[in-house]
T-cell receptor, first 109, second 118 residues
Framework: GQNIDQPTEMTATEGAIVQINCTYQ??????LFWYQQHAGEAPTFLSY??LDGLEEKGRFSSFLSRSKGYSYLLLKELQMKDSASYLC??????????WGAGTKLIIKP | GAVVSQHPSWVICKSGTSVKIECRSL??????MFWYRQFPKQSLMLMAT?????????EQGVEKDKFLINHASLTLSTLTVTSAHPEDSSFYIC??????????????FGEGSRLTVL
């Protein structure tokens, strides 16, 4: 079956760096997405990786290794507003998005 | 960027009544929209794919007669929860792809609709 694994919850300190990992097993691969979801709100797009390597966007970076079925989202200079759930999603061979359960990130002052 | 608007944001209804949720793409035409349901602390679950001008494609286990989807125009899809029951209480979210911009597969989400059935 298809599976996306990511940690349920992580805690980090304001100003620090945190890495959220995602491993996947899907039928085919057409890209991996990271979304941010604040409590009670809809997800918002953060990044898309389809080739191996690191994509940087300001304080957020996303890494992909297709051979390992692995990605991570790196958040630098953490701010309190970064407290949210981070969803990893993989697009399979049918261009369907398979969603992880999300990682709740708690930022402490 | 592309904007998807969803209405209402919150709805409380009595058991047995029907509730309609609207999803609009405000600045682009969406031939396809997606409806998700999300229970607390769980991932998004795709319910159905709404296709403009044709029948929706439902995921396995989703009752077509209970969750009616209509995609009558390129900017509007509606989800009607018929004869709602307390177990239908959830966060319903629509999304669409803007074919003109964004990465392949990037989804733009509506604000979500929180349904509470008493």
């Amino acid at each position: 079956g298809q599976n996306i694994d990511q940690p349920t919850e992580m805690t980090a300190t304001e100003g620090a760096i945190v890495q959220i990992n995602c491993t996947y097993q899907t039928s085919g691969f057409n890209g991996l997405f990271w979304y941010q979801q604040h409590a009670g709100e809809a997800p918002t797009f953060l990044s898309y990786n389809v080739l191996d390597g690191l994509e940087e966007k300001g304080r957020f970076s996303s890494f992909l290794s297709r051979s390992k079925g692995y990605s991570y989202l790196l958040l630098k200079e953490l701010q309190m507003k970064d407290s949210a759930s981070y969803l990893c999603a993989v697009m399979d061979s049918n261009y369907q998005l398979i969603w992880g359960a999300g990682t709740k990130l708690i930022i402490k002052p | 960027g592309a904007v998807v608007s969803q209405h209402p944001s919150w709805v409380i209804c009595k058991s047995g009544t029907s509730v309609k949720i609207e999803c609009r793409s405000l600045d682009f035409q969406a031939t396809t929209m997606f409806w998700y349901r999300q229970f607390p602390k769980q991932s998004l679950m795709l319910m159905a794919t709404s296709n403009e001008g044709s029948k929706a494609t439902y995921e396995q286990g989703v009752e077509k007669d209970k969750f009616l989807i209509n995609h009558a125009s390129l900017t509007l899809s509606t989800l009607t929860v018929t004869s709602a029951h307390p177990e239908d209480s959830s966060f319903y979210i629509c999304s669409a792809r803007d074919p003109g911009t964004g990465d392949v597969g990037e989804l733009f989400f509506g604000e979500g609709s929180r349904l509470t059935v008493l």
